[in-house]
């Protein structure tokens, strides 16, 4: 019923910048919250920012500062803009949104994850 299709990831150097990107499309009535995460190697899954259909944000304190959220409602699209990345950030990054279907069911839907390395 709903996709979320992430890119932008990729290798880069300590120091760097790299944009992540999410659209989400399929069948619902609307999008709420939307947030990524990211799971590091041989760790659990941890949330980094979240931003709410209003534009609210939260980030999780080793990365603020360095990384912003933001989002095109009109698109259904969330970015996450990252700089300067240091190799702690190297993680499987996941898009996540908090969506209202037809059925004003909500569920919450998960992309299938970009890989982020941050290394020389």
């Known amino acids: 019923q709903v996709q979320l299709v992430e890119s932008g990831g990729g290798l880069v150097q300590p120091g760097g910048s790299l944009r992540l990107s999410c659209a989400a499309s399929?069948?619902?009535?609307?999008?709420?919250?939307m947030g990524w995460y990211r799971q590091p190697p041989g760790k659990e899954r941890e949330l980094v920012a979240r931003?709410?259909?209003?534009?609210?944000?939260n980030y999780t304190d080793s990365v603020k500062g360095r990384f912003t959220i933001s989002r095109e409602n009109a698109k259904n699209t969330v970015y996450l803009q990252m700089n300067s990345l240091k190799p702690e950030d190297t993680a499987v990054y996941y898009c996540?949104?908090?969506?209202?279907?037809?059925?004003?069911?909500?569920?919450?839907?998960w992309g299938q994850g970009t890989q982020v390395t941050v290394s020389s």
């Open positions: 996540n949104a908090d969506v209202t279907l037809w059925s004003f069911s909500r569920t919450r839907y």
């Open positions: 399929g069948r619902f009535f609307s999008i709420n919250a």
């Open positions: 931003i709410t259909s209003g534009g609210s944000t």
